[in-house]
């Protein structure tokens, strides 16, 4: 489990802000959900044979004796909120949900036992039409977060009982091989063989080279959904990829599933993941009633972010310069006059006192455009002089009440942000 850090922060907090803006320009309203819940919460939706479950989650009894888990994911507690508060059966509702999630793994590069998601749900709505637009807003995410080279995965698993013929064809292949498998994936044969498919080792993709295909147990309705959904992101302009192995790692996905993989970023490359999951508002206690949702990974979405040029943090507009007597409530009330003002200028006020050369100093690190400058002759005279610490441009000494006008003209003319401090010269 990380700390992220200045000015890593304000970074993700740019991307978290753009990704939310997204949200709601396609209709999708926040839900906050807890980061506990009852153990069979997740064990119903997730699946009690996967490895989120069997191996990865962080679950303790309580002091009544109940058993609670910190989420590993969103979608389960989405749905255990939505039909709790009575926000199904009815028009489609999109929702969307973002925080920490927690699973114990084996820590590597790109994976952490704390990690951050944020994620989208649909309830309602059943037909290829929201497959493909919610493919689409995830299209869009990446192209205005500029995040670049990203392959989009898609797969259809078809229904349950689809799913089980399937299921039952694998494992007769796959028994016809356990001699050529290693000890772990023999045992995933019994328990969850589905899983076998996105296994990482050459290996047991070589002996998959010849396994069965899923969609060779779809039907017709399942057949038409995919076909439906592809011709779709082919109208939309979408590139896409077939992957037949792709099943995605818990237990209550069926028809459309999709990843976005990078390749820049090793072994865990997956930023974006999701599908649809009709059966699982049944499987957590509620009439059936189709669902479909992904889940933006933060970290690898961040990184991807920063990979593709991100900006550095903005600086400043502005810094307070203020020394000798009297001129620290000065300064001060400058600046909140100036916040009250103009609610868009990012100001620092000197802290710790020191030197109008220290200031200045401090000034410069920052990355501000503008120093503004509140000392003894200052305030008697009640001014402010302005200096411009990128520019060369003559400082100025500005009447106070005069201040916030010449500072809304000046913000007017510039163009973008210097940078994270010490960039702009």
Same mark, same amino acid.
């Given at each position: 489990m990380h700390d992220i850090l200045p000015p890593d922060t304000t970074l993700w907090s740019r991307v978290e802000t753009m990704v939310s803006g997204i949200f709601a320009r396609y209709g999708y309203e926040e839900l906050r959900i807890p980061l506990l819940e009852k153990t069979d919460v997740f064990t119903r939706a997730i699946g009690a044979a996967t490895d989120v479950v069997e191996k990865e989650m962080y679950s303790f009894e309580d002091r009544n004796g109940e058993l609670l888990s910190l989420r590993p994911e969103g979608t389960a507690g989405v749905v255990r909120a939505a039909l709790q508060h009575g926000l199904l059966y009815g028009s489609p509702m999109r929702l969307w949900y973002g925080g920490a999630m927690f699973r114990y793994e084996r820590p590597q590069k790109g994976r952490s036992r704390q990690f951050h998601q944020m994620g989208a749900e649909v309830f309602g709505a059943d037909g290829p039409d929201v497959d493909a637009e919610l493919i689409a807003m995830g299209e869009r995410i990446f192209s205005e977060l500029g995040v670049r080279g990203l392959r989009l995965e898609i797969n259809s698993l078809g229904t349950r009982s689809e799913r089980a013929s399937y299921r039952e064809a694998l494992v007769d292949f796959l028994e016809a091989h356990l001699a050529e498998l290693d000890a772990e994936t023999r045992t995933r044969v019994q328990r969850n063989p589905l899983r076998v498919l996105d296994s990482k080792q050459e290996s047991v993709q070589a002996v998959l080279a010849e396994a069965p295909l899923l969609t060779d147990c779809l039907g017709d309705e399942s057949r038409q959904h995919f076909e439906e959904t592809r011709s779709l992101l082919d109208s939309l302009g979408i590139d896409y990829v077939i992957n037949p192995r792709l099943v995605r790692g818990l237990d209550y996905y069926s028809h459309t599933v999709f990843e976005w993989i990078s390749g820049d970023l090793g072994a865990q490359g997956t930023v974006c993941a999701g599908g649809r999951y009709n059966d699982l508002v049944e499987l957590q206690g509620g009439k059936?009633?189709? =669902?479909?949702?992904f889940a933006?990974? /933060? @970290?690898?979405?961040?990184?991807?972010?920063?990979?593709? +040029?991100?900006p550095a943090p903005d600086a400043p507009h502005a810094y307070v310069v203020m020394a000798g007597e009297g001129c620290l409530a000065y300064g001060l009330q400058v600046a909140e006059h100036l916040r009250d003002e103009l609610p868009d200028l990012r100001i620092i006020c000197n802290a710790g006192a020191g030197s109008f050369k220290a200031q200045f100093r401090r000034a410069d690190r920052s990355g501000a455009r503008l120093a503004l400058v509140a000392g003894e002759s200052e305030r008697e005279a009640d001014t402010v002089v302005v200096k411009h610490?990128?520019?060369?441009?003559?400082?100025?000494?500005?009447?106070?009440?005069?201040? =916030?006008?010449w500072l809304r003209a000046? /913000? @007017?003319?510039?163009?973008?942000?210097?940078?994270?401090? +010490?960039?702009?010269?």
């Open positions: 059936p009633w189709p =669902g479909i949702g933006l990974g /933060l @970290e690898r979405l961040v990184e991807s972010v920063r990979l593709g +040029g991100a610490l990128r520019d060369d441009v003559p400082q100025a000494a500005i009447a106070r009440r005069e201040l =916030g006008s000046w /913000l @007017e003319k510039q163009g973008p942000p210097a940078g994270g401090a +010490g960039r702009a010269r």
